[in-house]
Structure formats: structure tokens, C-alpha cells
Nanobody, 117 residues
Framework: QVQLVESGGGLVQAGGSLRLSCTTS????????LGWFRQAPGKEREFVAA???????YYAESAKGRFTVSRDGAKNTVYLQMNSLKPDDTAVYYC???????????WGQGTQVTVSS
């Protein structure tokens, strides 16, 4: 099992930027894919971005060109840099770790991102 703790959420105006962090502990850090998801009020949780153990990155269409996912092995941390934020990006953002069955089975508690118009 992996423990994950997100931080960096907050209130920002449309067009602004935020960087979310997710610090991990437990299972060896460099052996699994880490993903970012979000859930807006009244909506299903949706995939935002992911980064594999080898550094490959994956993005939802809504995140391409605006968000960047990265990881720092020395700090056991994954980041989500979010630029050009829109009110539609308002949600609770979660990071998650993928197990060997390609399922996200460990989740953080979430961090709130609110984008005002």
C-alpha cells in the first residue's frame, strides 16, 4: 500500500496557475504510475494526468497544453503544474498510485482547487 498526501490547492482567478504536490510513502516510489484525478460537485471523478515509473506522461484532453505532470524521485513527490486555469477546473484534486494490476488502489485525501471567473 502507498500513502499519499496532496497539497497546493487554493483559490485562484481564471487564467492563473497552481502547482499541486503529492508526497508518497510506503511502496518503493519508482515502481508505480502516479495519477491525478479530480471530482467537481455533482460530477463523476475523472482522470486528469498520469506519469509512469519511467517518466511517460498521459493527459486528459482537457488538460493537454495547460497542465504538466512531473515527479521528483529524490522527494518521493509528484507534481501537477496547472496553467491557464478555468472555472471548469474547479474540483477536488486527488493523486493516486497504480498497482501491478494497473488499478489505482491508493488515494490521497484530496485538495480543493477553486477557480473564480
Amino acid at each position: 500500500q502507498v500513502q499519499l498526501v496532496e497539497s497546493g490547492g487554493g483559490l485562484v482567478q481564471a487564467g492563473g496557475s497552481l502547482r499541486l504536490s503529492c508526497t508518497t510513502s510506503g511502496r518503493a516510489y519508482n515502481t508505480y504510475t502516479l495519477g491525478w484525478f479530480r471530482q467537481a460537485p455533482g460530477k463523476e471523478r475523472e482522470f486528469v494526468a498520469a506519469i509512469s515509473s519511467s517518466g511517460g506522461t498521459y493527459y486528459a484532453e482537457s488538460a493537454k497544453g495547460r497542465f504538466t505532470v512531473s515527479r521528483d524521485g529524490a522527494k518521493n513527490t509528484v507534481y501537477l503544474q496547472m496553467n491557464s486555469l478555468k472555472p471548469d477546473d474547479t474540483a477536488v484534486y486527488y493523486c493516486a498510485a497504480m498497482n501491478t494490476y494497473f488499478q489505482y488502489d491508493s488515494w490521497g485525501q484530496g485538495t480543493q482547487v477553486t477557480v473564480s471567473s
